[in-house]
């Protein structure tokens, strides 16, 4: 087997450590929208008592492996401008995508109709 280091080399040489950058970055762009939405469910079945049985027991899982994915991914940001474009990325995103599924950040329990206000 090639030395780490060599193999590092031969990654950005060639344009896959880039395209692993990118990959890596919009998967976790994702994974963090979808840890959001999860939470704020969860949080909203909680609210009304149906957080129960195997939902309940999966969430609790959901949130472990997601915890230990979350610290491994920071583990890899050292910088601290990377930290803060990561956020207003992820800030974006979100916006971006609630509108799209017209999931307004904001939420009234009494308006009962779907399409609330952006």
């Known amino acids: 087997m090639k030395p780490k280091k060599k193999l590092i080399e031969a990654a950005q040489r060639d344009g896959s450590m880039a395209r692993l950058n990118q990959l890596l970055s919009a998967s976790h762009i994702l994974l963090c929208e979808a840890n959001g939405l999860v939470e704020e469910a969860s949080d909203l079945m909680r609210a009304r008592g149906l957080m129960l049985g195997e939902i309940k027991q999966q969430h609790t899982r959901f949130v472990q492996a997601a915890d230990a994915y979350f610290k491994e991914f920071a583990s890899m940001i050292t910088d601290e401008q990377s930290k803060m474009d990561m956020f207003g990325d992820m800030d974006r995103f979100d916006a971006y995508f609630r509108k799209w599924a ?15 206000t952006l």
Not at 102 to 116: R, V
């Open 102 to 116: 017209k999931l307004p950040k904001e939420w009234d329990p009494n308006n009962t109709q779907i399409n609330q």
